[in-house]
Structure formats: structure tokens, C-alpha cells
């Protein structure tokens, strides 16, 4: 498929949740003509390959630990770029607005008058779900799903737990390392303690791990996986017993990564295997 990429523009392009597979025809497509690939820490690193041999690939990638650039640096570097007319894909982890600053990195192309457009993504928040066989809507069991942030950290935008206790699917990301606050909050605001939670961790991936349970005995297992993670609050949880379908060791198209290790999926209820950190920042070339 044909899809010209215009010198001098930003494209904003969401690289799916994890399997490379998942990006879109056109991400894939503008990623191949980039001069300049600017991405971040949850891209899979089999995706910025799929760059010419001859493109500037920069990596920006933000963990806890470790920041490369700030967010404003990032925001100059894309118009820096597009300013001496190169093409340039920004590439993100998800979909570029679900919580990936896509927003204000085109705020900023704006401002500067840098052309842009927006690839969307599968975001992890529904894509990570479906690879662990859990709808976030099904008839007569949700017809609502909510999707936020577990960042407490500001008390200014604290969420309003009464109404996520009671708005059907609740989908969390960023909120591993806080989920037992986060599962207090929820039963303080009238969640069942038996409402069904799950969580699972390099989704759509050869190492997904997927941990269940209930709000009130979760929250140790769920911490204890290491992000990045996606929880889901929810009765649509258990049907995760007829709709799981996805075995770790089908992640990988043949020749796409020949290199990942396979690892099992954990049992149902199990504690999360240590697995390989595919995840951890990518260095550019
Ligand atoms: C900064 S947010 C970016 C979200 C992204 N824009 C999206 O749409 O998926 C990062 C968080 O997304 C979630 N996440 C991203 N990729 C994931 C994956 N493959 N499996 C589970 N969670 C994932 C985790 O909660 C992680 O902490």
C-alpha cells in the first residue's frame, strides 16, 4: 500500500500495545519512509527496525529511573527536525493519546506551525485486555468502561472513586506499584470485595503474565508484577474463562523476532514468574 509521507511533517503514530503486529498499515508504512524516528520505552524494539538503515532513530524513552529528555526537549527536537524538512515519525507505545503526552506534543507542532498528523494505536488498555481473553464491554455483564490513571500523586486531580466503583468496566493504567491503595479506595467506595480484578503485564507479548483475583486478596500479586501493567476492575474479568485464547508462545510471527524467549503463561491465580525485560529502554543507534 502507497502512502506518501510529506518531508517536513510530524507524524504522531501509535505502535500498538506490544506484538509488533499491531501496528497499523499506515504507522508502518510513514515509519519506512522516516528520515528522523523519535521513540519511547514501550515501543517494541522490532518495530524502530522496521526504519530505513539511513533514518536518525532517537530514543526518548522516560522511566522512573531514567529520563533522556524532558518532555519540552522532545517537543523542540520534533520541530527542530521538521524544521530542516525531514519526515518524522514519533513513535509511542498504545495509541498516541491514551495517556501519551501525543496531545501536547502536538500542541506544541501547532504552536510552531511543524504540519502533523496522528496515527492512531491499539492502546494497551483495550488491546492488552483482549490478548488476555477479557472484553471490557459484554452484554448484560458491562456496558461501560472507564479508563484512568493509578498516578495518585496529585491530590488536585484525585479521581472520584464513587463513581469509578460504580461505572461498570474499570480500566487502570500506570497503577501497579499503587494498587493497594488503589483496591482501598474502591472498597472504601463501595466496590464488592469480590469484584473481580485482573492484571496483566507485557501484554500481547511472549511475555505476558496475567495474575487474577478478587479487589480484597489481589493487590500483593498484582504489585508484585512489574510494570508495565494494565488492571482491570471488573465483573467482565471472569470471562476470561472462556475467552482466554492467547498462549504466550504464539506472540511472535515467525521471523519477526526469532531472538525472544518463549516464556509460559502463569496459571490462572498464580504468582508472576520472573520474566525477561523486553521492556526495559532500548538503546538507539
Ligand atoms: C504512559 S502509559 C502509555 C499508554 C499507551 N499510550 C497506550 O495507549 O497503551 C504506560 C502504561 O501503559 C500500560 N501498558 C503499555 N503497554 C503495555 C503492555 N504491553 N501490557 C500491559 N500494560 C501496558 C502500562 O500501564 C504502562 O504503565
Not at 502533523?116 to 490478548?131: D, H, K, N, Q, R
Not at 472484553?135 to 456496558?143: E, Q
Not at 486531580?157 to 497503577?175: N, P, S
Amino acid at each position: 500500500m502507497v502512502i506518501p509521507a510529506n518531508p517536513g511533517t510530524v507524524y504522531l503514530v501509535g505502535a500498538g500495545p506490544g506484538d509488533p503486529s499491531l501496528m497499523t498499515v499506515r504507522g508502518l508504512a510513514l515509519l519506512r519512509q522516516a528520515g528522523v524516528v523519535v521513540y519511547d520505552r514501550l515501543v517494541h524494539p522490532a518495530l524502530v527496525e522496521e526504519a530505513s538503515p539511513t533514518a536518525e532513530r532517537i530514543y526518548v524513552g522516560k522511566s522512573h529511573a531514567h529520563h533522556t529528555l524532558r518532555q519540552e526537549e522532545i517537543n523542540a527536537l520534533l520541530v527542530e527536525r521538521a524544521q530542516q524538512g525531514c519526515v518524522v515519525v514519533r513513535l509511542k507505545g498504545g495509541d498516541p493519546f491514551v495517556f501519551g503526552r501525543g496531545g501536547e506534543e502536538g500542541q506544541a507542532l501547532a504552536q510552531a506551525g511543524v504540519p502533523f498528523e496522528i496515527v492512531p494505536g491499539v492502546s494497551s488498555a483495550i488491546g492488552a485486555l483482549s490478548y488476555a481473553g477479557i472484553p471490557v464491554t459484554h452484554r448484560g455483564v458491562a456496558s461501560a468502561f472507564t479508563v484512568v490513571t493509578g498516578h495518585l500523586s496529585d491530590p488536585a486531580a484525585e479521581h472520584d472513586w464513587a463513581a469509578l466503583a460504580k461505572a461498570g468496566t474499570l480500566v487502570i493504567l500506570m497503577g501497579v506499584g499503587r494498587f493497594r491503595e488503589i483496591a482501598q479506595r474502591l472498597l472504601q467506595h463501595g466496590c464488592a470485595p469480590d469484584t473481580p480484578v485482573a492484571a496483566v503485564r507485557c501484554g500481547t507479548t511472549s511475555d505476558q503474565v496475567v495474575v487474577q483475583g478478587v479487589l480484597a486478596g489481589v493487590a500483593e500479586r498484582v504489585i508484585a508484577l512489574r510494570t508495565p501493567a494494565v488492571i482491570v476492575v471488573g465483573e467482565v474479568v471472569n470471562l476470561r474463562a472462556v475467552l482466554g485464547w492467547f498462549s504466550p508462545e504464539h506472540a511472535v510471527p515467525p521471523g519477526f523476532l526469532a531472538e525472544d524467549r518463549i516464556v509460559p503463561a502463569a496459571p490462572l491465580g498464580a504468582p508472576a514468574p520472573r520474566v525477561p525485560a523486553r521492556f526495559e529502554p532500548a538503546v538507539s543507534s
